[in-house]
C-alpha cells in the first residue's frame, strides 16, 4: 500500500480502497471518482453553499485544488466536506488521505483552524447564489460603506440573528430596520468621537432609540455643544451611561432622561 510519503502522481492507478485497506492502522492516499461511497460525519458542521461555489469557481479557473479530503475507517468525511460537495457538482474526482482512527473531535480541530473567509466573501458568494437578502443587503452597503459590511450586518438583521447566521446562508434582512437613520446620526458626530463608527457604539446608539424619550437629534446637538463630556470606553453599559450623562448635560428636572443597556 502506499502511504503518505508516497509520490501522488503514482495514486491515479489506485483504485478505491477496501475496508480492509482502511481498517489498517496507517495513513493512505489515493485518488477517485467515486465519491458516492463517502459518508457524512455526524455532528460536523453543514455543508456551506456559498464556500461550495467559490470552489468550484476555483476549480473552473485554475485547475482541480490538490488537497485531499480526509476520512476514517467508516468512510466518514473528517475534512474537506465542501471540495467534495465541489467535486460532485463538476463530476470530477478528489484526492483522498484516509486517517483509520479520525473521529468529530478531529473535524472540529481542522474546523477551527481553517482560514476564515471574510465577510464580504461570504456576501459576493451568497449574492452570485442569488439570496435576496444578501442582494438587499449588498446594496445597502454599496450606498452605505464608510461603514463597515459588519455594521450593516448587525444593524440590519434580526437580533436574534446576527454575523453567525450571515456566514451559514441563512441572514435576513430586516426591513424596518433604523440602520441608515442611524449611520447619518452618526456622520453627524464622528469628527467629535470616532468611536461612533464601532459596532459597539451603534449597538448602544440602538439599544437607546429603543426608549421613546430618546431623540438622536438631540443628542447629536448636545455632543456638538458639549464634546469634553463624551469619554472612551469598550463596555456597552459604560457606552450608554455616557450618552445618558451627554443628553442630560445642563437639563434639570423632567427634561431628564434614563437609558438602560437592557
Known amino acids: 500500500?502506499?502511504?503518505?510519503?508516497?509520490?501522488p502522481m503514482l495514486a491515479d492507478a489506485i483504485p478505491a480502497m477496501s475496508q480492509q485497506d482502511l481498517s489498517q492502522n496507517q495513513k493512505l492516499v489515493y485518488k477517485t471518482n467515486d465519491l458516492e461511497q463517502f459518508k457524512s460525519l455526524e455532528?460536523?458542521?453543514?455543508?456551506?453553499?456559498?464556500?461550495?461555489?467559490?470552489?468550484?469557481?476555483?476549480?473552473?479557473?485554475?485547475?482541480?485544488?490538490?488537497?485531499p479530503i480526509i476520512i476514517n475507517k467508516h468512510k466518514e468525511v473528517i475534512d474537506g466536506q465542501h471540495?467534495?460537495?465541489?467535486?460532485?457538482?463538476?463530476?470530477?474526482?478528489?484526492?483522498?488521505?484516509?486517517?483509520?482512527?479520525?473521529?468529530?473531535?478531529?473535524?472540529?480541530?481542522?474546523?477551527?483552524n481553517s482560514s476564515d473567509w471574510s465577510m464580504k466573501d461570504y456576501l459576493n458568494s451568497y449574492c452570485d447564489l442569488g439570496y435576496?437578502?444578501?442582494?438587499?443587503?449588498?446594496?445597502?452597503y454599496n450606498e452605505n460603506n464608510d461603514f463597515s459590511l459588519l455594521n450593516c450586518v448587525e444593524l440590519t438583521s434580526h437580533p436574534?440573528?446576527?454575523?453567525?447566521?450571515?456566514?451559514?446562508?441563512?441572514?435576513?434582512?430586516?426591513?424596518?430596520?433604523?440602520?441608515?437613520?442611524?449611520?447619518?446620526?452618526?456622520r453627524k458626530i464622528i469628527h467629535l468621537i470616532p468611536e461612533a463608527k464601532n459596532a459597539i457604539y451603534l449597538r448602544a446608539i440602538e439599544i437607546c432609540l429603543k426608549n421613546t424619550q430618546f431623540d438622536l437629534n438631540v443628542f447629536i446637538k448636545k455632543v456638538n455643544n458639549y464634546s469634553a463630556e463624551y469619554r472612551k470606553n469598550?463596555?456597552?453599559s459604560v457606552i450608554i451611561s455616557n450618552?445618558?450623562?451627554?443628553?442630560?448635560?445642563?437639563?434639570?428636572?423632567?427634561?431628564?432622561?434614563?437609558?438602560?443597556?437592557?
Open 83 to 112: 471540495r467534495l460537495y465541489a467535486a460532485k457538482q463538476l463530476n470530477t474526482y478528489v484526492w483522498v488521505l484516509v486517517d483509520p482512527e479520525a473521529k468529530l473531535k478531529d473535524a472540529v480541530v481542522f474546523n477551527a
Open 160 to 186: 436574534d440573528g446576527r454575523s453567525k447566521d450571515f456566514k451559514d446562508g441563512l441572514y435576513k434582512f430586516r426591513d424596518n430596520n433604523n440602520a441608515e437613520y442611524i449611520f447619518n446620526g452618526m
Open 43 to 67: 455532528g460536523n458542521r453543514p455543508v456551506n453553499l456559498a464556500h461550495v461555489k467559490r470552489l468550484i469557481d476555483s476549480i473552473e479557473k485554475n485547475g482541480y485544488l490538490l488537497n
Open 234 to 236: 469598550s463596555h456597552l
Open 1 to 7: 500500500m502506499l502511504n503518505l510519503q508516497t509520490n
Open 243 to 262: 450618552i445618558e450623562h451627554i443628553y442630560n448635560f445642563r437639563n434639570s428636572g423632567k427634561t431628564r432622561i434614563i437609558l438602560s443597556y437592557k
Open 132 to 140: 435576496s437578502n444578501y442582494l438587499k443587503l449588498k446594496s445597502f
